[in-house]
């Protein structure tokens, strides 16, 4: 999940506000075996979370980890965009709405992520927006729809891709 603003990030207020309605995804076959863990997000209705298609891709069975090691199972899949790599699942357990928006990141704005990498729930990252570009590469146009945004991360100098 990615915050990108023009202006200086309260990133300890945006972590404290936000940081428990990021969610854990588990996904199982059908016979119960784990798939594929990753991260989601409370956005939209209460009880309607936002993660990557990649996640859920073959899964029989889905769960959600909320805060306090509390899971429950995902009621049903109510929104799918395989080419952007989107799902939207619905869920009995409500949580404190995401806000998002319809301003595309600039290069320079800075981004904080708050997610469950390989399940170390909850973590905190900080970088800037360092480039974006088309699927092949070059770079583009502010309103162009499918682009890759680049982010630098400060702390470990490692670069991760997020799609639009």
Request: glycine letters at 6%; hydrophobic letters at 35%; one cysteine or more.
């Amino acid at each position: 999940m990615l915050f990108a603003s023009n202006d200086s990030i309260d990133i300890k207020n945006l972590y404290r506000k936000y940081n428990e309605s990021v969610v854990t995804i588990l996904s199982f076959d059908k016979k119960n075996q784990p798939l594929c863990i990753g991260s989601g997000f409370f956005a939209g209705e209460k009880n309607i979370i936002v993660t990557n298609y990649h996640v859920i891709k073959d899964a029989y069975t889905l769960k959600l980890k909320l805060s306090y090691d509390n899971v429950i199972e995902v009621d049903k899949i109510c929104g799918l965009d395989i080419e952007h790599d989107i799902v939207l699942l619905k869920s009995q357990s409500k949580g404190e709405l995401i806000p998002l928006t319809d301003k595309a990141p600039e290069i320079g704005d800075d981004i904080i992520a708050i997610g469950n990498p390989k399940g170390f729930e909850r973590t905190l990252s900080r970088g800037i927006v360092s480039g974006i570009r088309t699927e092949n590469g070059s770079i583009c146009e502010p309103n162009t729809l499918k682009r890759n945004i680049m982010c630098t991360d400060d702390l470990n100098s490692k670069q991760s891709v997020a799609r639009k």
